[in-house]
Structure formats: structure tokens, C-alpha cells
């Protein structure tokens, strides 16, 4: 269960080909491969190949943001269609569920992907796709991924899992999975610089090519650029996974034992209910840790606005340290605890981080 290194080193990430069109042949074919940036880009198609491989996928597309790979999957449906999808997702899926594709005909339900006899008994018998993410967000609840890929395929439908939050250390595809989401936003991209999401493909099948052509039909696509930044992005994926994840739980630790915290939602502590899930099915627990401050809203507003190093800002998988309270960023409809502060853990000194949250958190 390890990544593909040659996938990262096969990355030909060269000058980025801006060219929107294309020269035909003499003959009116397209030799060279491409014909117009929006069907398909070389910046484009090494990304979809450099990812594809990481994942051990077959085929992959690219899009101009995560959620725009989020719809091209969705609309890759059919009305009447019912998508299952975890509780405790990424908000934006949930609203893009709600708010667009129920108007569509989807038919649509949450369930606690943790709680396998919960999740079994809101399928449907037009259940076509179930949507899982792992570790979710904010409350980093885990969910087997074999488990519910197992009861999806018996149920007659297929299976995704967001994997923003864990690429390189966990691989869906290696225990049932048949599409992978990613927001090349955060840790591919990695800087904080471009925005960009795919959808992985374990098999180049029919559904899938439905995918393939809402993406250059619909043309949500990234730019060349963008698609050179997040290849770029990508070479230093897996160390900065490592760090990501050793210094997370170094944080982790130490909020732990702080008294002004209620409790602390990171995998990769023992406490954690999906603990011995998440050692299974990741190699490491990952980068990102939520905690509940003592005091509830107001407290933990005071505390993100204490430090000095954590930027209080939304979004992840950046180099830089980030704090937010997720329950107003959300708004309305917010399943965050009031009083929880989500943390993007970055590549700062471990010490220099618990530090800054040690005198942030004492109020
Ligand atoms: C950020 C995020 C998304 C959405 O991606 P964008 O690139 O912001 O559109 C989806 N899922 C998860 C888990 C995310 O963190």
C-alpha cells in the first residue's frame, strides 16, 4: 500500500503550453495529439497522467477547482439518481447537493458513513453513487473505506472518496474504491497559489467517459498554468506529506494535554473512535487536527485571535500554518461545534507552533 514514486518522476512538467488551439496536419488530422485547449492541453494531460498513476488509477480529469470535479461527477448522473453521501463532508459538497443538484432531480441523503448499520439502511434502490470522505471535515470522523465500498458494490452502485485531506497516505483504490476526488487546491498544489480539483477513475469506463465529456463539453477546466503550478506542486508531494503529517501530530499532542481544550479530533490519537480504522487503511494520520476550546464560541474566537503564526484563514495543504473557526465560515446550516478551531498544520518548526498556540490558548 505505497504510492507509485515513478509517477513523480516521470512528471515532464516543462514550459507551460499556454496555446489555446493547435496546427492540424495537411491532411485536416491532429497528429501531435491536441486540437483546442478545452478538449485537452499537454500541461493538462501530464497532470491527469502524473495523478492518475500516483493514485494506481486508469484514467483521470482535470477541472478548474474541486468542486467543479465535484459537479462533473454529479452531472455525470442521471435524474431520478440517488447519491448517498456522508454526513460530516466538505460543506461545499453538501450545499452543491442540496442547492443545485436536488433542483436537478437528484435525489439526495446524509448518513454517517462511520455508522455502517446507519449508512446501509439509507441506501436506496436507486442508489447510484456513494460519496465517502476520509478523514472528514471539520471533525475528522474516519470511514472504512473498504467496508462501505463493499456495501455500495453489493447495493449496486459505485463508490467515491474525496481524498483532498490524504493523498500519499491513503490509497482508495487499493480496497474497493472507483473514483477518487481531489482538490489539487490544497496538498497537491501545496502553496496556496492555484485552485484546481480531479476526478481519478480506477477503471476508464462508460461512467466515467460521461465525466471525460462534461469536462471539455462544460469546460470547468484549469489553465495550462495552473496545471504546471499544481504538476510542480506534486514533485514534493510526499515529503511534504511527511512533514505535514509529523508535525500535526506533534500539535495533536500537545492540545491534548492543554487544559483549555475540550477535546481534540485528530486520527492519529488513540482516543480518536476511527483510531484503529484510520491505522489500517493510512500510513500516516495527515495534516489537518480540529480541536473544541473551553469556553465555546467566544473562547475559541479569542484563541485564533491570540496567535502570531497561525494565519486565521480558510483552506488547507499549504506550507503555511492556518487556524479558522468553522462554524462562521460556514454559516447557516453548520454542523461545526461552536466552539471548534479547525488547523492546517504546516511546515513550520513543530515547536514554534505549539508554541504559538500554548500562548494563544492561555486566555
Ligand atoms: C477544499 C475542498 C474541496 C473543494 O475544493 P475547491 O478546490 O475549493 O473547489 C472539496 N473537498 C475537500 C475535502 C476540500 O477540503
Known sequence: MSYDATALQKLATGEPAASTTFERDVEGTYSRGFMYSRNDNPNRKALEEGVSALEGGAAAAAFGSGMAAAMGLLAALAPGDH????????????????????????????????????????????????????PSNPLLKIVDLAAVAKIAHEAGAVCVCDNTWAPIIQRPFDVGVDFILHSTTKYFGGHCDVLGGIIVAKCDDEFFHGVRSIQYSGGAVPS????????????????????????????????????????????????????????????????????????????????????????????????ESLIEHRASIEGPGTTSPESLLRCSIGLEHPDDLIEDLDQALTL
Open 83 to 134: 447519491v448517498l453521501a456522508h454526513v460530516d463532508a466538505y460543506y461545499g459538497t453538501s450545499r452543491l447537493l442540496r442547492d443545485l443538484f436536488l433542483r436537478w432531480k437528484l435525489e439526495v441523503d446524509f448518513a454517517d458513513m462511520s455508522d455502517l448499520p446507519a449508512m446501509k439502511k439509507a441506501l436506496r434502490p436507486n442508489t447510484k453513487l456513494v460519496w465517502m470522505e476520509t
Open 224 to 319: 495550462p498554468f495552473d496545471c504546471w503550478l499544481i504538476l510542480r506542486g506534486m514533485k514534493t508531494l510526499p515529503w511534504r506529506m511527511r512533514a505535514h503529517c509529523e508535525n500535526a501530530t506533534k500539535v495533536a499532542e500537545f492540545l491534548a494535554q492543554n487544559r483549555n481544550v475540550e477535546r481534540v479530533h485528530y486520527p492519529g490519537l488513540q482516543s480518536h473512535p476511527g483510531y484503529d480504522i484510520a491505522k489500517q487503511q493510512m500510513s500516516m494520520f495527515g495534516g489537518m487536527l480540529s480541536f473544541e476550546a473551553k469556553g465555546g464560541q467566544e473562547a475559541a474566537m479569542a484563541m485564533a485571535a491570540k496567535t502570531k503564526i497561525f494565519t486565521r484563514a480558510t483552506s488547507l495543504g499549504g506550507v
